[in-house]
């Protein structure tokens, strides 16, 4: 079970560099408050918005 654990951990840190990115992104260009708020809630998202567009063009 250790190595299970081990060999996927890398896409967690994937996952949060990303997380990391698109918070910075989205935050960056935010005009107040509740739009930074609004931003990180995109932020946790995004991996959700492109596998659904992926499918939607691909005609999944």
């Given at each position: 079970m250790?190595?299970?654990?081990?060999?996927?951990?890398?896409?967690?840190?994937?996952?949060?560099?990303?997380?990391?990115g698109?918070a910075?992104?989205?935050?960056?260009h935010?005009?107040?408050?509740?739009?930074?708020?609004l931003?990180?809630?995109?932020?946790?998202?995004?991996?959700?918005?492109?596998v659904?567009?992926?499918?939607?063009?691909?005609?999944?």
């Amino acid at each position: 079970m250790k190595n299970d654990v081990q060999k996927n951990a890398s896409s967690g840190v994937v996952y949060a560099m990303g997380l990391i990115g698109a918070a910075i992104y989205f935050i960056s260009h935010a005009v107040g408050f509740w739009m930074g708020v609004l931003g990180f809630l995109k932020a946790v998202i995004w991996p959700v918005l492109l596998v659904y567009e992926a499918f939607k063009h691909f005609g999944l």
